[in-house]
């Protein structure tokens, strides 16, 4: 059987990381066992939905590389079949008509909560065999209510929470179809799910108390269901429930904080799902481990810097050009034009980057007049120091401009001052950079242009 996986975001705003975990892993699953991922945009909440915001689902998850094979697919699109659906289901005795109106529910709920039950329909409108049905008020248009099987219980193997078992009694008859024939949540799932074909529904598990409904109604259409892993939920770093109303950032916002979409795939992945102690992977690795047996049971907090930890490593890991073609349309949005030094300078300064944002930050003192840092200024720049930084000048005026050749004419400055290579080194730095703290002196200033250096030493 091909595994054929899906994501099913409501478009109702933007989606943040826990939203896109939820894509994630049957994106992955999918990708790993050789299957299809498919993307299914569940836009019946008129109200709340929006193209707005199906565009930042489909930009957030192009983003991340999460591409679907089928699909988008737009529930608004699929009216027609569900109907058909619902009209079969009415031919074969699957559902019936209830007149029940809002506020006779209503105080059915009052009168169950009274006795201390729990609230439920009471099957008025079900047909049995033998059972005298009211007569249907005038000018009113029932809903649709699904004939959930009575006694027995519903059993699923999931494969986060192991095994759950729901008595059919604790299952209202589900409305399915509502007085102006719009069909409602659980029962569009199901008819995608069995159209779409889905082996494996891999989602958040605030959508537990569905699944035993939306299995009696797959079993209903004669159809076995598939297999279900409810993943736990992702809690921000305050330990709430991670949503849109409680201040999450758009899964965009990090590709704009300077994130590498590599790094934000690695951490989303180990939140909430494990290969031995394996903390920093690729994404080709992570396919290849990936698997349904391993995931998280309990909910996973969200933890910036981590995430910052993991970005750095994937920093670290990526190659100088690539990254260069991150951080050069960084630096034009400053009005700097990056010419062919950037890459080697990407490769210089990544080992000490965490984001994107923080290199083109160290790339931009390449590229305009950086004032130096007074405090460094005041402590390495002294009166001492001042000859040999004018000897070290000197040399630089004719030297050729390699690593090599910098690095010697800082020897020789050296030997004949007789100063420490920090005495020397840290000043420079602070002149030319405007701060000490930077990779080796001839590896900077081999990547400065001569004439900034020179006039930088000069002025010193
Ligand atoms: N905090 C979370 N942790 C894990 N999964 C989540 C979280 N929030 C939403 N999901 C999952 O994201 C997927 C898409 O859901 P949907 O688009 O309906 O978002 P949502 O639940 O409306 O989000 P929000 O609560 O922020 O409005 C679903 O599989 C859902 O279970």
Redesign the pocket.
């Known amino acids: 059987m091909k595994v054929r996986t899906r994501?099913?975001?409501?478009p109702?705003?933007f989606?943040?990381l826990?939203?896109i975990?939820?894509a994630l892993y049957p994106w992955a699953f999918a990708r790993s066992q050789g299957g299809t991922f498919i993307l299914r945009i569940?836009d019946t909440d008129l109200e709340r939905s929006s193209q707005a915001a199906v565009d930042v689902i489909l930009e957030g998850m192009r983003w991340l590389g999460l591409d679907p094979d089928e699909g988008p697919f737009f529930q608004m699109q699929r009216m027609d079949r569900y109907r058909e659906v619902i009209a079969q289901m009415r031919e074969q005795g699957l559902v019936y008509p209830c007149y029940m109106s809002v506020a006779e529910l209503d105080a059915l709920r009052e009168r169950q909560m009274a006795a201390k039950e729990k609230p439920r329909y009471d099957g008025t409108w079900r047909p049995e065999p033998g059972k005298t049905l009211p007569v249907p008020p005038e000018g009113v248009q029932p809903v649709l209510r699904f004939r959930n099987p009575v006694g027995g219980s519903v059993v699923w193997e999931d494969k986060v929470k192991g095994r759950i078992e729901i008595s059919n009694d604790e299952l209202d008859d589900l409305v399915i179809a509502r007085p102006d024939g719009t069909p409602t949540y659980n029962f569009c799932v199901v008819v995608d799910d069995i159209d779409m074909r889905i082996t494996h529904v891999i989602?958040?598990?605030?959508?537990v108390n569905n699944t035993p409904r939306q299995i009696n109604i797959f079993r209903a259409l004669g159809q076995e269901p598939p297999v279900y892993a409810h993943?736990?939920?992702?809690?921000n770093e305050q330990g709430e429930?991670?949503?849109?109303?409680n201040g999450?950032k758009a899964v965009t916002q990090y590709r704009d904080e300077g994130y590498l979409a590599d790094g934000v795939v690695n951490y989303l992945a180990r939140l909430g799902w494990s290969h031995g102690d394996d903390e920093i992977f690729s994404r080709e690795q992570f396919l290849a481990w990936f698997d349904l047996d391993h995931l998280g049971k309990s909910a996973a907090q969200f933890d910036e810097a981590k995430l910052r930890w993991v970005n750095a490593q994937h920093m670290k890991a990526t190659a100088d050009d690539a990254l260069a073609l991150l951080v050069r349309p960084l630096l034009e949005k400053r009005g700097i034009a990056p010419d062919e030094r950037l890459p080697a300078i990407c490769g210089l300064f990544k080992d000490r980057c965490d984001t994107t944002l923080v290199l083109a930050d160290w790339a931009q003192r390449f590229y305009v007049d950086v004032e130096p840092n007074a405090d460094e200024a005041a402590k390495h720049v002294t009166d001492g120091v001042r000859p040999a930084i004018g000897m070290l000048a000197k040399m630089l005026e004719g030297c050729p401009w390699t690593k090599e050749d910098i690095a010697e004419a800082v020897k020789e400055t050296l030997r004949a001052t007789g100063l420490k290579m920090p005495q020397l080194a840290m000043p420079v730095r602070v002149l030319v950079m405007g701060t000490a703290q930077t990779p080796s002196l001839d590896a900077v200033l081999a990547l400065s242009l001569r004439q900034k250096v020179l006039d930088r030493l000069r002025r010193a």
């Open positions: 994501f099913a975001p409501s109702t705003g989606i943040h826990g939203n975990r939820s569940e989602r958040g598990d605030d959508h993943l736990p939920t992702v809690l429930k991670m949503s849109k109303r999450a």
